[in-house]
């Protein structure tokens, strides 16, 4: 049984990894950690370290003290946070990389998971079904910093023997946690507003399409991916990722089956840049072929999901308030 290190575990994907992670390997066999205490939930869930990714020497103290093989890399500064705080994201997004990638090199630990975005790609990429290998002339510091990894990965992979493994995740919706600072969480925010009631004021305009994935199949392809044997990972950079597309109009339009009063209106701000030199879609048939991956959910089926539990979790908040 492996024995499993999330560093960022309180975060949006790390915190339900966690729990998933959990499930397959055992709470005894799963570390979670982060800089804080700020999820009390994955906190109080079973075995927890503060680490800070940018410490070497925390990272590896903590992969020693519990004879870590496996770390799956969580921590990052998102898309819009990072175009505000661009050196902090580099500092971060890059060296807890470097951090784990050489610690995987020097023999502390033997598989990697590193997440990359479709962030990488920009404005001269191929925008509809874009492809595996392409042009990406990412245009954020986010963007910046995952293509770079990416390189990086593939790098310690070729010259060093590094198992590492990636997906380019696409925009991500979960009903179990917030949004965390992304030019997709629109997505995430929309379905909040229309539970309670309220109108909701989107910061991208209504024809905006961008690849999305509900956290469930993102987290299902997480763990199949380092599940897979390594002679069928053929990609150690990054694989293209995508379960669906759609625009904050089309999202609208399938709340308001569910819920006919809900109104939404479109204030773009700075982050309608960004999604404009991202894809509109995503070719991921070298995952499908490679490692077998499949989605889940589409649009309807995610918006059913998301409103059912968001309507029990704002009824369970009343109840307890």
């Known amino acids: 049984m492996p024995k499993v290190l999330i560093i960022g575990a309180c975060g949006q994907i790390g915190s339900e990894?966690?729990?998933?992670?959990?499930?397959?390997?055992?709470?005894?066999?799963?570390?979670?950690?982060?800089?804080?205490?700020?999820?009390?939930?994955?906190?109080?869930?079973?075995?927890?370290?503060?680490?800070?990714?940018?410490?070497?020497?925390?990272?590896?103290?903590?992969?020693?003290?519990?004879?870590?093989?496996?770390v799956y890399l969580m921590a990052a500064m998102l898309s819009a946070t990072g175009e505000k705080y661009p050196m902090r994201a580099w500092d971060l997004n890059m060296t807890s990389l470097?951090?784990?990638?050489?610690?995987?090199?020097?023999?502390?630990?033997d598989h990697v998971f590193w997440p990359s975005s479709i962030a990488v790609f920009g404005p001269t990429t191929p925008a509809t079904e874009t492809p595996q290998h392409t042009t990406m002339e990412p245009t954020t510091v986010y963007g910046i910093t995952k293509q770079v990894g990416?390189?990086?990965?593939?790098?310690?992979?070729?010259?060093y023997g590094v198992d590492v493994r990636s997906l380019r995740y696409p925009g991500l919706i979960s009903w179990k946690t917030k949004p965390g600072g992304g030019t997709t969480d629109y997505a995430v925010e929309?379905?909040?507003?229309?539970?309670?009631?309220?109108?909701f004021?989107?910061?991208?305009?209504?024809?905006?399409?961008l690849p999305m994935m509900f956290m469930e199949d993102a987290i299902n392809a997480t763990v199949n991916i380092m599940k897979a044997p390594s002679e069928t990972i053929k990609i150690r950079s990054s694989y293209?990722?995508?379960?669906?597309?759609?625009?904050?109009?089309?999202?609208?339009?399938?709340?308001?089956?569910?819920?006919?009063?809900?109104?939404i209106t479109y204030n773009p701000d700075f982050r309608q840049h960004i999604a404009?030199?991202?894809?509109?879609?995503?070719?991921?048939?070298?995952?499908?072929?490679?490692?077998?991956?499949?989605?889940?959910?589409?649009?309807e089926k995610m918006t059913t999901e998301m409103i059912s539990q968001l309507r029990k979790q704002y009824q369970d908040s009343e109840i307890n308030s």
């Not at 004021?201 to 024809?207: D, G, I, K």
């Not at 990722?241 to 625009?247: E, H, N, P």
């Not at 404009?276 to 649009?299: F, G, M, V």
């Open 150 to 159: 990416e390189r990086w990965c593939e790098y310690y992979h070729n010259k």
């Open 201 to 209: 004021e989107c910061f991208l305009s209504e024809h905006t399409e």
């Open 17 to 70: 990894l966690t729990f998933k992670l959990k499930e397959i390997h055992g709470s005894e066999n799963v570390v979670a950690s982060d800089i804080n205490y700020n999820n009390l939930d994955v906190v109080n869930s079973g075995i927890f370290e503060i680490v800070d990714a940018q410490d070497y020497s925390s990272v590896r103290d903590c992969v020693e003290k519990h004879d870590i093989d496996t």
């Open 190 to 199: 929309i379905y909040h507003q229309a539970v309670q009631g309220n109108p």
């Open 98 to 109: 470097f951090h784990v990638l050489n610690l995987a090199k020097d023999g502390f630990i």
């Open 240 to 263: 293209n990722l995508a379960a669906m597309s759609f625009t904050p109009l089309d999202i609208s339009e399938v709340i308001k089956t569910h819920i006919p009063d809900f109104k």
């Open 276 to 299: 404009d030199s991202w894809p509109k879609s995503i070719d991921d048939s070298s995952a499908r072929a490679d490692w077998n991956w499949h989605h889940e959910y589409d649009l």
